[in-house]
T-cell receptor, first 113, second 114 residues
């Protein structure tokens, strides 16, 4: 019973395709995040949701659209995939308004060919 | 614009010795700092944190030191163990950014040699 899980773990796809990555947490946290770790290994925040509402939206192309069907899930849909989208995507959760740490999922390794 | 910097991409230390990982930041509005540890094919896991009102926080073999005037923090691991071999991310958050937005450094890969 993993606290934060992501599916799939690996995703290899062609340029131009549309794909989704799913994240689920069983910690009861009300804030969820998507991070991107690029080839230079920087972990950069993309989106943050609190109680299913978008809180943080960094300068991310419109091709990326997060969807939070409920507090336990935050999915990431990517349209028209590009080579530069190849990265590791991490989902994370946190209790809103606390200094508690964020809990990360294991990551989804996306390779766009 | 890197607000959190870890200038050493890698570090090798003998088992039993002290490991010192360094981190510098540029944003004086940061008031909370964290260290995360990451093993290959896993997500980062929280290690230790420090508030800007403190200059030291200790948890077992791990100690974080904060020098606000120098905008510098360091993580000390003593004694180092082979299981400590991982990538260590320094992170910061606070006023001036969205409340829960955490800025990560690029990481330092630590190898502890048996």
């Amino acid at each position: 019973d993993t606290a934060v899980s992501q599916t799939p773990k690996y995703l290899v796809t062609q340029m131009g395709n549309d794909k989704s990555i799913k994240c689920e947490q069983n910690l009861g946290h009300d804030t969820m995040y998507w991070y991107k770790q690029d080839s230079k290994k920087f972990l950069k925040i993309m989106f943050s949701y609190n109680n299913k509402e978008l809180i943080i939206n960094e300068t991310v192309p419109n091709r990326f659209s997060p969807k939070s069907p409920d507090k336990a899930h935050l999915n990431l849909h990517i349209n028209s995939l590009e080579l530069g989208d190849s990265a590791v995507y991490f989902c994370a959760t946190q209790k809103w308004g606390s200094q508690e740490t964020q809990y990360f999922g294991p990551g989804t390794r996306l390779l766009v060919l | 614009d890197q607000q959190v910097k870890q200038n050493s991409p890698s570090l090798s230390v003998q088992e039993g010795r002290i490991s010192i990982l360094n981190c510098d930041y540029t944003n004086s509005m940061f008031d909370y700092f964290l260290w995360y540890k990451k093993y290959p094919a896993e997500g980062p896991t929280f290690l230790i944190s420090i508030s800007s009102i403190k200059d030291k926080n200790e948890d077992g073999r791990f100690t974080v030191f904060l020098n606000k005037s120098a905008k510098h923090l360091s993580l000390h691991i003593v004694p180092s163990q082979p299981g400590d071999s991982a990538v260590y991310f320094c992170a910061a958050k606070g006023l001036g950014t969205s409340y829960d937005k955490v800025i990560f450094g690029p990481g330092t890969s630590l190898s502890v040699i048996p």
